[in-house]
């Protein structure tokens, strides 16, 4: 271990470049050239110490070595650059590199305001991640975690309408308030156990588990069994672990830089690293072994197998909830909340193969993740399009931006030669090693890739293969609580395709009276209540028929006399069905144009500020499948669990996995 100022000059960066600028707030070019330079700088330092971690240095920052100040005995305020921090940092920081381009051209595209909070907040959140990422113990982590929830509120609660403003109590509510309640009692308990044995109290990670940790449990197993919970509660909160996933579909009325980097790459992923620190440096694979549960009529099981069933539900739970969504973002937020557990699944299941299966989808998560937000929010900014029912025949218009998303979909649903398919594959074969009941484990992430292809193939379809005048009926879920059998439609009862305008693209006489009918009367193609979003009086919020869009315009237009700052939204709980910021497309609202979609070449659909970020991003998916073996992430990843377990990688599946927890234990 070497004493290294370089994991606190990666987190100021950021903080400096908050100061920097506020201070440009006049020169717009010069505040957003800030946050390329700091994202550049950021990278660079981390990229620095990658080398020589990768031969097993590990780099130490320490407050009390530096100044003398303890918080606690054996508390430290400390970052440590390991094998397992620089893989987060490094990701986090190569992808901010690009997001400081995207939301430069997202944010002048909409002409949003706040755009100096914005980029400053988008910088702390940053400094925050990286925080969490180098911190050399619990203690660290949860001063960092905590103050990624507090700095990324402005993000989330950006529009500062009253739905942006509910969303980011929400958030504040699960992630500060609850995550960290959680968090800071499983900290709490792990001092006072370690406190127990000689040596002394210690919150401090180390590889394959805390030792002292491992003595005082065989002493307090039940203590030591509920600080596990504990911290995986608070970590599962960010990582959206059921029932502590609703936030995060709440928190995309951000824009959509904040849930591409923030909810796709720091704020998600900070749970699910930090779970990866409980289960691989805290409690370690042979003590979550060695601390099985006593389940009435089951028998005793280990403390992974509870972890393993709830992430099993989530990417299950979660992808047929996407499958309802007809609003973009949230079909990729609850495709979020399915990927995430991806990563839960993998590392409780304990076997080497599934954790680096489980470590490796974080890049390969975050990669395509953040290509299919950074294309939704293209498509909002040229077209004010949002849902994918409106979407038909997009294609046309945005062919690269499109081409894109089809690729993040490919990785998505672990398709080769997308990185997905790489990560999914290692955990599989690490299924496959363990057999028993985790062969229920291998059917859940089977299952559930077979439903991201059923929720990501019509978004796809609808783009390239259908046409604005003729197009079938979305979300794809068709039962009372989804949507009835009657969805497509005919011409007989002029059913709408997607509960608005029938399928002929004509509005009628009978049509528009069954809009105004009752539920009994008229059978609607998606929910009448939907769970996107709802009007304020409770009509239903996705019906876009023209008319109804054109009134909107026009009552905001009405509120823009009134005096009403630019750039607020006063509709209350209503769907965001108007831009308010340009016309880009000729038209205000969603959906094609009266003469349909104009044919754009692909470097002529949007500005290159957000093309060649989601061109770059998503050709990042596809190199990371094609060669696995020479990307930095997934020798980082076999490095880490050779660090758990204390062998080479390729002489780890040879050996049976209580062989491994015993030399873990020893």
């Given at each position: 271990?070497?004493?290294d100022?370089r994991p606190?000059a ?5 903080a400096?470049?908050i ?6 707030h ?9 946050s ?6 950021k990278?660079?330092?981390?990229v620095?110490?990658?080398?020589a ?10 407050l ?5 100040i ?5 508390v ?5 650059a ?10 986090a ?19 949003e305001?706040?755009?100096t909070r ?16 180098f911190?050399?113990?619990?203690v ?6 905590e103050?990624?929830?507090l ?14 403003r509910?969303?980011?109590?929400k ?10 309640v959680?968090l800071l ?9 370690t406190s127990?044995?000689?040596?002394g109290p210690?919150?401090a990670?180390?590889a ?11 002493a307090?197993?039940i ?16 990582a959206?672990?059921m029932p ?6 709440d ?27 409980v ?5 370690g ?6 601390l099985?549960?006593d389940?009435?009529?089951?028998g005793?099981v ?6 393993a ?12 909830i996407?499958?309802?969504k ?17 990563i ?22 975050a990669f395509?993740?953040?290509t299919?937000?950074f294309c ?10 949002d849902y ?17 998303f ?42 559930s ?8 193939w019509?978004v ?9 005048d ?14 009835v059998?009657?969805?497509?439609g ?8 997607d509960g608005g ?10 049509t528009?009276?069954?809009e ?7 059978e ?7 769970s996107?979003?709802?009007t304020?009086?409770?009509?239903d919020a996705?019906?876009?028929s023209t ?20 750039g ?7 769907v965001?069905?108007?831009?308010h ?8 609202t969603?959906?094609p144009?009266?003469d349909g979609?104009?044919?754009r070449?692909?470097f ?8 060649a ?5 998503a050709?990042?998916?596809?190199v990371?499948g ?18 758990v ?13 209580d ?6 234990n020893?």
């Amino acid at each position: 271990m070497v004493a290294d100022l370089r994991p606190l000059a990666a987190l100021l960066v950021s903080a400096v470049a908050i100061v920097l600028i506020v201070a440009s707030h006049r020169r717009p070019n010069l505040r957003e050239g800030w946050s390329v330079l700091a994202a550049l700088a950021k990278f660079g330092i981390i990229v620095s110490m990658l080398p020589a971690v990768m031969d097993g240095t590990v780099f130490r920052w320490s407050l009390a070595e530096s100044t003398g100040i303890r918080f606690l005995e054996g508390v430290d305020f400390a970052l440590r650059a390991d094998p397992l921090g620089i893989f987060f940092a490094l990701l986090a920081s190569f992808l901010w590199i690009f997001t400081s381009f995207y939301a430069a051209g997202y944010m002048r595209g909409l002409d949003e305001h706040s755009q100096t909070r914005f980029f400053a907040s988008f910088a702390a959140s940053l400094s925050a991640a990286v925080g969490i990422a180098f911190a050399a113990n619990l203690v660290t982590i949860f001063v960092f975690y905590e103050l990624l929830s507090l700095v990324t509120y402005p993000l989330v609660a950006h529009n500062e309408d009253s739905e942006a403003r509910i969303a980011g109590r929400k958030y504040l509510t699960y992630t500060f308030f609850g995550g960290g309640v959680f968090l800071l009692a499983g900290t709490v308990l792990i001092y006072w156990l370690t406190s127990l044995v000689s040596s002394g109290p210690t919150l401090a990670f180390e590889a394959g588990g805390i030792e002292a940790l491992a003595t005082a449990a065989q002493a307090e197993p039940i203590y030591a069994q509920a600080a596990f919970f504990l911290l995986i509660a608070g970590f599962g909160v960010k990582a959206a672990l059921m029932p502590l996933h609703s936030w995060l579909a709440d928190a995309m009325v951000a824009p959509t830089p904040v849930s591409g980097l923030l909810h796709a790459v720091a704020v998600v992923k900070s749970g699910a690293f930090g779970i990866a620190r409980v289960i691989l440096e805290v409690f370690g694979p042979g003590l979550i072994r060695d601390l099985p549960l006593d389940i009435p009529a089951i028998g005793e099981v280990g403390l992974n197998i509870p972890v393993a069933i709830v992430a099993a539900f989530t990417l299950t739970a979660a992808s047929i909830i996407a499958m309802r969504k007809d609003h973009l973002k949230r079909r990729l937020a609850y495709s979020t909340t399915a990927q995430l557990s991806y990563i839960v699944l993998g590392l409780s299941m304990l076997h080497p193969y599934a954790m680096v299966g489980a470590l490796f989808h974080i890049p390969a998560h975050a990669f395509a993740k953040l290509t299919l937000f950074f294309c939704a929010g293209a498509i909002h900014v040229e077209t004010h399009t949002d849902y994918i029912s409106e979407m038909a025949g997009i294609g046309k218009r945005m062919p690269l931006t499109m081409a894109a998303f089809t690729v993040g979909a490919a990785g998505m649903a672990g398709l080769p030669p997308i990185a997905g398919f790489v990560s999914k594959f290692y955990m599989l074969i690490g299924a496959g090693y363990m057999g028993g009941e985790y062969w229920l484990f291998a059917g859940a992430l089977l299952l559930s890739a077979v439903l991201n292809v059923a929720y990501f193939w019509p978004v796809v379809y609808t783009a390239f293969f259908e046409s604005e005048d003729r197009h079938d009926a979305k979300p794809l879920l068709e039962f009372p609580r989804g949507g009835v059998l009657r969805s497509y439609g005919t011409a007989d009862d002029h059913v709408a395709a997607d509960g608005g305008d029938p399928a002929d693209g004509t509005e009628t006489a009978d049509t528009a009276d069954a809009e105004n009918a009752s539920e009994e009367e008229f059978e609607y193609a998606v929910d009448k209540y939907p769970s996107d979003h709802t009007t304020a009086d409770g009509a239903d919020a996705t019906s876009h028929s023209t008319d109804a869009r054109a009134s909107e315009a026009g009552d905001h237009a009405d509120r823009a006399d009134d005096g009403d700052e630019p750039g607020h939204d006063e509709r209350g709980d209503a769907v965001d069905a108007v831009d308010h910021h340009g016309d880009h497309d000729d038209h205000l609202t969603g959906g094609p144009p009266a003469d349909g979609w104009q044919r754009r070449s692909p470097f002529a659909e949007s500005t290159w500020l957000m093309l060649a970020p989601i061109a770059v991003i998503a050709t990042g998916a596809v190199v990371l499948g094609i060669g696995p073996d020479y990307a930095v992430f997934l020798e980082l990843a076999t490095r880490i669990v050779e660090g758990v377990f204390g062998m080479p990688f390729d002489e780890l599946s040879g050996v049976p996995l209580d062989e491994l927890v015993t030399e873990v234990n020893d």
